[in-house]
């Protein structure tokens, strides 16, 4: 079966949606699979049951490789079994604490944002490693995001070895068949 880059995505999201709900911040208000070769700082921050920010996973690149997890620099010899090395990128934003005039916040407020987002990043590793993913993962590095429009976060890559295809004798099988859409889905019938 075509384990399928989304759908490696997907699982991770669900995986660290779970872990951030027993951070310092909590389960954020959003948590998505992202297009693009970017997430934006959306700017907006609270949301119902006074909950914060966004998580996300996003397909950064995917390569081939014959000796996971380096993609191949070259052509491949004949015979040598080619896969997939998928960088996915886990994500979180959170709100930054700003004072009416522009001034550092208090240096509680930024000892316990800075707290929020280490608690955070070790969300993602533990989401990563208890995500049961079938495939080989190897553990990219944690960077900070923001602070901007009021955001702060941070993200995380890891690099995951997914199938390649389906033999070409064969049907693949459509995502929507191995992946559920979300309800209001433009493309669902």
Partial sequence: MDTGV??????????????????????PCVSVVHPGTSTPMYGWCKCEDNAEGMAW??????A????????????????EVVQLAAVIELGVDRCYW?????????IEIL????RDIADDAAA?????????????????????RGPSGGIHGGTMT???????CAPC????????????MLPGDPRAS
């Fill in 57 to 62: 996973t996003r397909v950064v690149s995917i």
């Fill in 169 to 180: 004798t064969s049907v693949m099988t459509p995502l929507d068949e191995v992946v559920a």
């Fill in 6 to 27: 989304y759908q490696v995505a997907h699982t991770l999201i669900g995986a660290l949606t779970a872990a951030l709900a027993s951070t310092r911040a909590g389960a």
């Fill in 64 to 79: 081939p490789t014959i000796r996971f997890p380096q993609p191949i620099s070259g052509v491949a010899a004949p015979g």
């Fill in 98 to 106: 700003s004072t009416e005039d522009n001034s550092m916040p208090p």
């Fill in 124 to 144: 993602m590793m533990r989401a990563v490693q208890c995500a049961g993913l079938p495939q080989d993962v190897v553990l990219g590095s944690w960077m900070p």
């Fill in 158 to 164: 890891v690099t995951v070895r997914v199938d390649s």
């Fill in 111 to 114: 000892d316990s944002m800075a």
